[in-house]
């Protein structure tokens, strides 16, 4: 099994930035299936969505209504952080970190880290 820690949410004004880290903790077996690591997002009364994934060879991806303002960093298999900058209102969400063979079927998630931008 693989945990992951989340931490850096919080409550920032609108233009402003965050910065989420999630590490990955388990057994060398279970890091070893690890082979991306991501941050979905679920707004209030919205469904879940992909903000950001990274593989551990480096490529990335971003929803596009973060493109130019989130990114995404790490090794894709301990340790995943997300930059936040610009944020707006409707960036507000509960984060969650996620993990496994592809951040499209992640086994592993977060327990969720709040993030709200006040406007």
């Known amino acids: 099994q693989v945990r992951l820690v989340e931490s850096g949410g919080g409550l920032v004004q609108a233009g402003g930035s965050l910065r989420l880290s999630c590490a990955a903790s388990g057994s060398i077996f279970s890091i070893n299936t690890i082979n991306a690591m991501g941050w979905y997002r679920q707004p209030p009364g919205k469904q879940r969505e992909l903000v950001a994934g990274?593989?551990?060879?480096?490529?990335t991806n971003y929803v596009d209504s973060v493109k130019g303002r989130f990114t995404i960093s790490g090794d894709g298999k301990n340790t995943v952080f997300l930059q936040m900058n610009s944020l707006k209102a409707e960036d507000t969400a509960v984060y969650y970190c996620?993990?496994?063979?592809?951040?499209?079927?992640?086994?592993?998630w977060g327990q969720g880290t709040q993030v709200t931008v006040s406007s």
């Open positions: 996620v993990a496994g063979r592809s951040v499209y079927s992640a086994r592993y």
């Open positions: 990274i593989t551990d060879g480096g490529s």
